[in-house]
């Protein structure tokens, strides 16, 4: 069994800052790439930021140079620095991560962390 745990989210005015964490637990035996994907009301969920084992990084052109995302292999966790937030970043935000047990490879997700950036 593995679970990922998110914290960090909130309501923030335009231009503020909020940090999303999340933390994977469970019998691991690694963790390939850790992501981070939003969804709102009646829109699939996209991608907003994932990173590889290495730390290579890739990001949603909407929030290229706002956002960052890194990750502690040793911890298991996984961050996303949210900047210059806007309106439009509102969304709950989800955590993914792809993880091999001992019994399987496949991905994981949080329960979510809500986000809302007020005007």
């Known amino acids: 069994q593995v679970q990922l745990a998110e914290s960090g989210g909130g309501l923030v005015q335009a231009g503020g800052s909020l940090r999303l964490s999340c933390a994977a637990s469970?019998?691991?035996?690694?963790?390939?790439?850790m992501g981070w994907y939003r969804q709102t009301l009646g829109k699939q969920r996209e991608l907003v930021a994932d990173?590889?084992?290495?730390?290579?990084?890739n990001y949603a052109d909407s929030v290229k140079g706002r956002f960052t995302i890194s990750r502690d292999n040793a911890k298991n966790t996984v961050n996303l620095q949210m900047n210059s937030l806007k309106p439009e970043d509102t969304a709950v935000y989800y955590c993914?991560?792809?993880?091999?047990?001992?019994?399987?490879?496949?991905?994981?997700w949080g329960q979510g962390t809500q986000v809302t950036v007020s005007s």
């Open positions: 990173i590889t084992h290495g730390g290579t990084t």
């Open positions: 469970g019998r691991i035996l690694s963790i390939n790439t």
């Open positions: 993914n991560a792809d993880v091999r047990t001992i019994y399987l490879f496949r991905g994981y």
